[in-house]
């Protein structure tokens, strides 16, 4: 959905290395989720914001991190800990909760080495 | 937590058919959204749908929340419509509930 930017569109980790996701958006709304999707599965919430400098983990949170000091921005880190990081990651937002409707971006696609 | 079951899961049609997706749900919910995904990954949000009938372009969307279930229809169907539809319902107060979608390819 236009408002909504990821990048990069592709990344690559290699083994014990820690990489971060951009997602950034001038919508201005105040809800931003992060999930990972898998071949052939739907889709799993890592974290979500609701609020600029609050941040709450989702179902599958071990691994990776994330923050949330301005509005427009909330970047993901997939730490070394994430011993499967393999997937693709889609960054959505929403007006302000999980009742309302959410956007996605473009995805950004992360392979190991 | 709720559950999310979308039939059918493959579906392949010719291009001008028409078609209907479902999705039913475990339990009440005061939402829901129906998604397509296009085969480069990019997830669009087609219908946010609490109960009743929407209609966008040839497609559209009716959710029957008394009976746990909504209902996707694509008429006369083209090669842009490829790809997987996911609905999502919300639970607790912080989920997103999806299916695993339908993946449907239209050939030419």
């Known amino acids: 959905d236009g408002g909504i930017t990821q990048s990069p569109k592709y990344l690559f980790r290699k083994e014990g290395q820690n990489v971060t996701l951009s997602c950034e958006q001038n919508l201005n709304h105040d809800a931003m989720y992060w999930y990972r999707q898998d071949p052939g599965q739907g889709l799993r919430l890592i974290y979500y914001?609701?609020?600029?400098?609050?941040?709450q983990k989702g179902d599958i949170a071990e691994g990776y991190s994330v923050s949330r000091e301005k509005k427009e921005s909330f970047p993901l880190t997939v730490t070394s800990a994430q011993k499967n990081p393999t997937a693709f990651y889609l960054c959505a937002v929403s007006v302000q909760g999980f009742n309302q409707p959410q956007h996605f971006g473009d995805g950004t696609r992360l392979s190991i080495l | 937590g709720i559950q999310v079951e979308q039939s059918p899961p493959d579906l392949i049609l010719q291009e001008g058919a028409n078609s209907t997706l479902r999705c039913n749900f475990s339990?009440?919910?005061?939402?829901l959204q129906w998604f397509h995904q296009n085969p480069w990954g990019q997830l669009i949000n087609l219908f946010y749908?609490?109960?009743g009938t929407k209609q966008n372009g040839r497609l559209s969307a009716t959710t029957v929340a008394t009976e746990r279930y909504s209902l996707l229809y694509i008429s006369s169907s083209q090669t842009t419509d490829s790809g997987v539809y996911f609905c999502a319902v919300p639970y607790g107060n912080n989920r997103l509930a999806f299916g695993k979608g339908n993946q449907v390819v239209v050939i030419p």
């Open positions: 914001s609701q609020i600029v400098n609050d941040f």
């Open positions: 339990d009440s919910v005061n939402n």
């Open positions: 749908i609490p109960s």
